[in-house]
């Protein structure tokens, strides 16, 4: 059975980059779209965007110019967000789609917190 | 951006009832909308997929209907088991966006 794990370093401080990865146990990356979406304490989930190894990409117009998707081996794959504030703070979960579509997000991983405070 | 509105933001319900949640988009979507159940500690799971198809195994009580701005889902008989936040997603445009999320509670 496939599942996401996401992992992080769980406090990250103010203008600094947060990095996370997701790893895909009991499977690969393959030819899936993979998204990002984060929930800040309390609030409603928030698109990050996806990314597919035959370079398709997009992400949300207000986090594009400070965000990084990237598939990095055959399992794992990585989010950047630089310049980080407070507003970051949220779980971040890494999901899958459906076969070759981006939608609906079939997959999903537990999610790792991550922390914007000095 | 298009803004998903969804009500009511809690309910608490009874074993047996009847249970509807209405998503509201501020434009038309036709029927990009997809529902998605999330239990405590858990990722989402999705239920019911262009607005009106029934996830594979989700169990038929769970139903969804709609189209252009207004949707509805709906638990027709509710479980023990189906205490969570559902909220819906539309996917006509990106950025994709969410709404706020229904808490039930069962009573």
């Known amino acids: 059975q496939v599942q996401l794990l996401e992992s992080g370093p769980g406090l990250v401080k103010p203008s600094e980059t947060l990095s996370l990865t997701c790893t895909v146990s009991?499977?690969?990356?393959?030819?899936?779209?993979w998204t990002w979406l984060r929930q800040p304490p309390h609030k409603g989930l928030e698109w990050i965007g996806y990314?597919?190894?035959?370079?398709?990409t997009d992400s949300n117009p207000s986090l594009r110019s400070r965000v990084t998707m990237s598939l990095d081996t055959s399992n794992k794959l990585s989010l950047k967000l630089n310049s980080v504030t407070a507003a970051d703070t949220a779980v971040y979960y890494c999901?899958?789609?459906?076969?070759?579509?981006?939608?609906?997000?079939?997959?999903w991983g537990q999610g790792t917190l991550a922390i914007v405070s000095s | 951006d298009i803004q998903m509105t969804q009500s009511p933001s809690s309910l608490s319900a009874s074993v047996g009832d009847r249970v509807t949640i209405t998503c509201q988009a501020s434009?038309?979507?036709?029927?990009?909308l997809n529902w998605y159940q999330q239990r405590p500690g858990k990722g989402p799971k999705v239920l019911i997929y262009?607005?009106?198809a029934l996830e594979t195994g989700v169990p038929s009580r769970f139903s969804g209907g709609g189209s252009g701005t207004t949707f509805t889902f709906t638990i027709s008989s509710l479980h023990p088991e189906d205490f969570g936040t559902y909220f819906c997603?539309?996917?006509?445009?990106?950025?994709?966006?969410f709404g706020q999320g229904t808490t039930l509670e069962i009573k």
């Open positions: 997603q539309q996917y006509d445009e990106t950025p994709y966006t």
């Open positions: 434009q038309d979507i036709s029927n990009y």
């Open positions: 262009d607005a009106s």
């Open positions: 009991g499977g690969s990356l393959g030819s899936y779209y």
């Open positions: 990314v597919h190894n035959s370079g398709d």
């Open positions: 999901v899958r789609g459906r076969g070759m579509a981006t939608i609906p997000f079939t997959l």
